[in-house]
């Protein structure tokens, strides 16, 4: 029995060698096809950018013209509204607008801009966050420095936030939303793929809060529909 089986594999090896040998070669055909489609894809993707800029701008000049806008969409956003406390959406109340810029390329990283108008809180009248891809395939960041107002440190612990006419114990408290520009610990990258892919893409959504609209209307369909269900009953009992 050994002496079959280990003719049998002798022939069998030969075989199989041929048939990874071809297996091979299609694989390698196939990585180079999706390297074209990736390049293809690039090109495809940075040509729609440049064509989204204008509309962009433009959305941007009409939401600069509505009050609390950004704060409303942060804060009807599930992931983003974690991370708000008062004394965040007092701050939001002053943000004027949200960009997103993406690399030339794309795939090498973004910037998200917060721009605000003259506010009690801090000097700044943009706070950037700027994520880039290094060769290793880490994401780095580099943040702007908020220049606090004194006594308007929302990011310091056990600092007095004097705002408001509210003093603050935040050794007790989550960080501030405003710790993201300042410690890349927080959330890390992805609450900035939050915000570019989702708010930025959208942010109409999130203002007007469009699915919780979405699941009331579902909600009075369904009673509607159990309400005719229960009248068809009770006439039919009544025949």
Do not use: C
Request: net charge negative; aromatic share 10%.
């Amino acid at each position: 029995d050994i002496r079959m089986a280990k003719q049998w594999y002798q022939r069998r090896v030969p075989i199989t060698a041929g048939i990874l040998e071809e297996i091979d070669a299609i694989q390698t055909h196939l990585d180079s096809l999706n390297d074209k489609a990736s390049d293809e894809i690039l090109k495809v993707e940075q040509k729609y950018n440049q064509m989204r800029k204008p509309h962009y701008k433009k959305r941007s000049d009409l939401i600069a013209k509505i009050p609390d806008f950004w704060l409303n969409t942060f804060m009807n956003h599930p992931q983003i509204a974690a991370l708000l406390d008062e004394a965040d959406e007092e701050v939001l109340r002053y943000m004027t607008q949200l960009t997103v810029e993406e690399t030339e390329d794309i795939r090498s990283g973004y910037k998200i801009i917060f721009e605000f108008k003259t506010n009690p809180f801090f000097e700044n009248t943009q706070l950037i966050k700027e994520f880039t891809m290094s060769e290793s395939g880490d994401m780095g960041t580099s943040e702007t420095k908020i220049n606090w107002k004194p006594g308007m440190a929302l990011t310091e612990k056990n600092g007095d936030n004097k705002g408001k006419g509210k003093k603050r114990d935040r050794e007790n408290e989550p960080p501030s939303f405003f710790s993201w520009f300042e410690d890349s610990s927080m959330g890390g990258d992805e609450v900035g793929e939050v915000i570019k892919d989702d708010i930025w893409a959208n942010p109409m959504q999130y203002y007007l809060d469009l699915d919780e609209e979405e699941e009331l209307e579902d909600d009075e369909v369904e009673g509607e529909e159990e309400d005719e269900v229960e009248g068809d009953a009770n006439d039919g009992e009544e025949e």
